[in-house]
C-alpha cells in the first residue's frame, strides 16, 4: 500500500473498492480503498497493485458434483457424507479463503 503495508498476505483476494483519492507516488495516480466483504479492507492500495478478478468457474444454473475429496463448505459444514453427489448452483459469492475466490 502506499502508507507501506504488505500486501502479500493478500495477494489474488477479490474486493469491492470503496473510494478513490488522487495519489502521485510510486507510479501511480490514484489510491484506493478495498473492502474484502470478510471484516477486512486496504484503504491504501495503489493502481498498479490492482488487476481484474477471474470469474467463478461455475455459473448459477450449472450441474455439478461434489468431488469425492470434498471435506468442508467455507462454513464448516461437513461435506464427507455429500461426496459425489449431484446437484445445482442456486448463487455464488465472493469467498477468500480456502485457496478459493468463489464460494
Known amino acids: 500500500e502506499s502508507n507501506g503495508y504488505d500486501l502479500s498476505n493478500r495477494r489474488g483476494w477479490i474486493g469491492t473498492i470503496k473510494s478513490t483519492a488522487v495519489m502521485n507516488m510510486y507510479g501511480s495516480h490514484y489510491e484506493y480503498y478495498v473492502d474484502y466483504g470478510n471484516g477486512v479492507q486496504s484503504m ?60
Open 44 to 103: 491504501h492500495v495503489l493502481e498498479q497493485d490492482l488487476q481484474n478478478p477471474s470469474s467463478p468457474t461455475y455459473k448459477v444454473g450449472q450441474t455439478v458434483q461434489i468431488k469425492n475429496s470434498a471435506n468442508i463448505e467455507s462454513n464448516g459444514y461437513d461435506l464427507s457424507n455429500r461426496r459425489g453427489w449431484i446437484g445445482t448452483i442456486k448463487s455464488t459469492a465472493v469467498m477468500n479463503m480456502y485457496g478459493s475466490h468463489y464460494e
